[in-house]
Protein backbone atom coordinates (compact mmCIF):
# COMPACT_ATOMS: atom_id res chain seq x y z
CA UNK A 1 0.00 0.00 0.00
CA UNK A 2 1.44 3.49 -1.39
CA UNK A 3 0.56 6.49 0.92
CA UNK A 4 0.80 9.59 -0.89
CA UNK A 5 0.15 13.03 0.63
CA UNK A 6 0.26 16.08 -1.23
CA UNK A 7 1.20 19.48 0.10
CA UNK A 8 -1.79 21.04 -1.98
CA UNK A 9 -4.52 18.54 0.27
CA UNK A 10 -2.41 18.92 3.77
CA UNK A 11 -3.95 22.16 5.42
CA UNK A 12 -0.45 22.72 7.50
CA UNK A 13 1.73 22.21 3.77
CA UNK A 14 -1.27 24.23 2.13
CA UNK A 15 -0.77 27.05 5.41
CA UNK A 16 3.07 26.97 4.97
CA UNK A 17 3.16 27.15 1.27
CA UNK A 18 1.00 30.27 1.89
CA UNK A 19 3.51 31.47 4.12
CA UNK A 20 6.76 31.45 2.13
CA UNK A 21 4.30 32.78 -1.03
CA UNK A 22 4.03 35.43 1.05
CA UNK A 23 7.05 36.41 3.01
CA UNK A 24 8.91 35.95 -0.48
CA UNK A 25 6.24 38.56 -2.29
CA UNK A 26 6.55 41.33 0.73
CA UNK A 27 10.67 40.58 0.46
CA UNK A 28 10.53 41.51 -3.15
CA UNK A 29 8.40 44.42 -3.59
CA UNK A 30 9.85 46.18 -0.51
CA UNK A 31 13.64 45.14 -1.56
CA UNK A 32 12.67 45.57 -5.65
CA UNK A 33 10.94 49.25 -4.61
CA UNK A 34 13.75 50.69 -2.54
CA UNK A 35 16.43 49.04 -5.09
CA UNK A 36 14.68 50.58 -8.17
CA UNK A 37 14.12 54.11 -5.85
CA UNK A 38 17.74 53.97 -4.81
CA UNK A 39 19.74 53.08 -8.37
CA UNK A 40 22.88 54.75 -7.41
CA UNK A 41 23.02 53.13 -3.83
CA UNK A 42 25.96 54.92 -1.62
CA UNK A 43 27.79 53.12 0.73
CA UNK A 44 28.29 53.14 4.52
CA UNK A 45 31.51 53.99 6.23
CA UNK A 46 32.29 51.91 9.25
CA UNK A 47 32.49 55.43 11.03
CA UNK A 48 28.93 56.65 10.18
CA UNK A 49 26.83 55.79 13.08
CA UNK A 50 23.84 58.00 11.86
CA UNK A 51 23.97 56.10 8.52
CA UNK A 52 24.49 52.57 10.43
CA UNK A 53 21.37 53.69 12.66
CA UNK A 54 19.55 54.26 9.75
CA UNK A 55 20.38 50.68 7.87
CA UNK A 56 19.87 49.19 11.39
CA UNK A 57 16.13 50.78 11.54
CA UNK A 58 15.12 50.27 8.37
CA UNK A 59 16.24 45.92 8.49
CA UNK A 60 13.98 46.21 12.16
CA UNK A 61 11.49 47.49 9.96
CA UNK A 62 11.73 44.90 6.96
CA UNK A 63 12.10 41.71 9.79
CA UNK A 64 8.78 43.37 11.45
CA UNK A 65 6.94 43.78 8.11
CA UNK A 66 7.87 40.05 7.06
CA UNK A 67 6.61 39.09 10.78
CA UNK A 68 3.36 40.59 10.36
CA UNK A 69 2.89 39.28 7.28
CA UNK A 70 2.80 35.85 7.81
CA UNK A 71 1.59 35.91 11.27
CA UNK A 72 -1.73 36.93 9.99
CA UNK A 73 -3.03 33.39 9.66
CA UNK A 74 -2.23 32.76 13.14
CA UNK A 75 -4.30 35.23 14.92
CA UNK A 76 -8.25 35.07 15.39
CA UNK A 77 -10.19 36.76 12.12
CA UNK A 78 -10.94 39.86 14.83
CA UNK A 79 -7.07 40.73 15.25
CA UNK A 80 -6.03 40.36 10.96
CA UNK A 81 -6.74 43.62 9.75
CA UNK A 82 -4.66 45.09 12.76
CA UNK A 83 -1.96 42.74 11.80
CA UNK A 84 -2.30 43.57 8.36
CA UNK A 85 -1.97 47.86 8.68
CA UNK A 86 0.55 47.21 11.42
CA UNK A 87 2.70 45.50 8.45
CA UNK A 88 1.93 48.59 5.78
CA UNK A 89 3.21 50.64 8.32
CA UNK A 90 6.53 49.18 8.79
CA UNK A 91 6.72 48.60 5.62
CA UNK A 92 6.05 51.88 4.33
CA UNK A 93 8.58 53.01 7.19
CA UNK A 94 11.47 50.80 5.68
CA UNK A 95 11.19 52.21 2.32
CA UNK A 96 11.50 56.26 3.72
CA UNK A 97 14.09 54.49 6.32
CA UNK A 98 16.24 53.43 3.42
CA UNK A 99 15.71 56.51 1.36
CA UNK A 100 16.61 58.83 4.72
CA UNK A 101 19.47 56.53 4.45
CA UNK A 102 20.48 57.32 1.47
CA UNK A 103 20.59 60.76 1.88
CA UNK A 104 22.26 60.92 4.70
CA UNK A 105 25.37 59.15 3.11
CA UNK A 106 25.21 61.10 -0.12
CA UNK A 107 24.93 64.51 1.45
CA UNK A 108 25.13 64.39 5.03
CA UNK A 109 21.90 66.48 5.19
CA UNK A 110 18.91 65.82 7.93
CA UNK A 111 16.21 63.84 6.14
CA UNK A 112 13.63 65.89 7.25
CA UNK A 113 11.39 65.76 4.26
CA UNK A 114 11.40 62.19 3.58
CA UNK A 115 10.63 61.72 8.02
CA UNK A 116 7.19 64.22 7.41
CA UNK A 117 6.20 62.33 4.06
CA UNK A 118 6.28 58.84 6.28
CA UNK A 119 4.91 60.18 9.35
CA UNK A 120 2.31 61.75 6.99
CA UNK A 121 1.43 58.44 5.97
CA UNK A 122 1.69 56.28 8.95
CA UNK A 123 0.24 57.86 11.55
CA UNK A 124 -3.28 58.05 9.86
CA UNK A 125 -2.60 54.10 9.75
CA UNK A 126 -1.85 53.82 13.10
CA UNK A 127 -4.71 55.73 14.02
CA UNK A 128 -7.20 53.40 12.11
CA UNK A 129 -4.64 50.56 13.70
CA UNK A 130 -5.88 51.91 17.28
CA UNK A 131 -9.32 51.77 16.21
CA UNK A 132 -9.15 48.63 15.17
CA UNK A 133 -7.30 46.97 17.90
CA UNK A 134 -10.55 48.72 20.45
CA UNK A 135 -12.92 47.03 17.62
CA UNK A 136 -11.37 43.73 18.29
CA UNK A 137 -11.27 44.00 22.02
Given at each position: ?????????????????????????????????????????????????????????SMGMLAATAFFFMEQANVG?????????????????????????????????????????????????????????????
Amino acid sequence: VEVYVSLKTNYRGSFFMKTIKTLALTLFALVGATTAANAATAFLATDDFVGISFWLISMGMLAATAFFFMEQANVGVQWRKSVNVAGLVTGIAFIHYMYMRNLWVETGDTPTVYRYIDWLITVPLQLIEFYLILAAV
